[in-house]
């Protein structure tokens, strides 16, 4: 989607969605195509209670996430499902810049407890650098071979705010949710 020049491109303002996304004109998709669909809304409900009133500078929360909502468990298999199946369908994921599949899915509201959720998938790949202002927590899927997230297997994973990297993921693929405090992240030009 990169390569197309901007007078191919319009863009289509969706209602709770991170923002407009740009869609080739002769695209036959509607907009609503590009939504997240309530199944995968219906399954982050109990990740947004569990995240209320978080505090990322806790260096405690990942250890506890991982404990009260692992992997394993019912809430996490559910989003997972969900996740990977509005990527097959294209809602989710379907933006791509430097071998990084991405969206945002989720804007902040009361009803995602003040998070926006952004959506990627990486595979041996490293992202732009940037710095989690308020923090960024993080629920990483393994998708194939063994990914680790900076270093980090499957699971929660959470850097403070102020913390600043460029986003890592080697030895296969991972499908990566940020949940960010306000939606707030400043990316860098270098």
């Given at each position: 989607?990169?390569?197309?020049?901007?007078?191919?491109?319009?863009?289509?303002?969706?209602?709770?969605?991170?923002e407009a996304p740009r869609v080739p004109r002769y695209d036959t998709r509607?907009?609503?195509?590009?939504?997240?669909?309530?199944?995968?809304?219906?399954?982050?409900?109990?990740?947004?209670?569990?995240?209320?009133?978080?505090?990322?500078?806790?260096?405690?929360?990942?250890?506890?996430?991982?404990?009260?909502?692992?992997?394993s468990g019912d809430v996490c298999a559910a989003v997972r499902a969900a996740?990977?199946?509005?990527?097959?369908?294209?809602?989710?994921?379907?933006?791509?810049?430097?071998?990084?599949?991405?969206?945002?899915?989720?804007?902040?509201?009361?009803?995602?407890?003040?998070?926006?959720?952004?959506?990627?998938?990486?595979?041996?790949?490293?992202?732009?650098?940037?710095?989690?202002?308020?923090?960024?927590?993080?629920?990483?899927?393994?998708?194939?071979?063994?990914?680790?997230?900076?270093?980090?297997?499957?699971?929660?994973?959470?850097?403070?705010?102020?913390?600043?990297?460029?986003?890592?993921?080697?030895?296969?693929?991972?499908?990566?949710?940020?949940?960010?405090?306000?939606?707030?992240?400043?990316?860098?030009?270098?």
């Amino acid at each position: 989607m990169d390569s197309w020049p901007d007078s191919a491109l319009a863009d289509v303002v969706l209602p709770n969605t991170w923002e407009a996304p740009r869609v080739p004109r002769y695209d036959t998709r509607s907009p609503e195509d590009f939504m997240a669909g309530e199944n995968l809304i219906t399954a982050l409900a109990p990740v947004f209670a569990a995240l209320e009133g978080a505090d990322p500078s806790d260096p405690a929360l990942a250890d506890r996430l991982n404990e009260v909502l692992p992997l394993s468990g019912d809430v996490c298999a559910a989003v997972r499902a969900a996740a990977e199946a509005e990527v097959a369908a294209g809602r989710l994921c379907h933006r791509e810049a430097g071998g990084i599949a991405f969206s945002r899915p989720v804007k902040p509201s009361a009803d995602s407890a003040g998070f926006s959720v952004d959506a990627v998938v990486m595979e041996d790949v490293v992202g732009p650098r940037h710095t989690h202002t308020s923090g960024e927590i993080n629920l990483c899927f393994a998708q194939s071979g063994e990914p680790r997230f900076d270093g980090h297997a499957a699971g929660w994973v959470v850097f403070p705010p102020g913390s600043t990297h460029r986003p890592r993921v080697d030895g296969g693929r991972m499908l990566i949710l940020y949940f960010l405090p306000d939606g707030a992240v400043e990316f860098h030009r270098d």
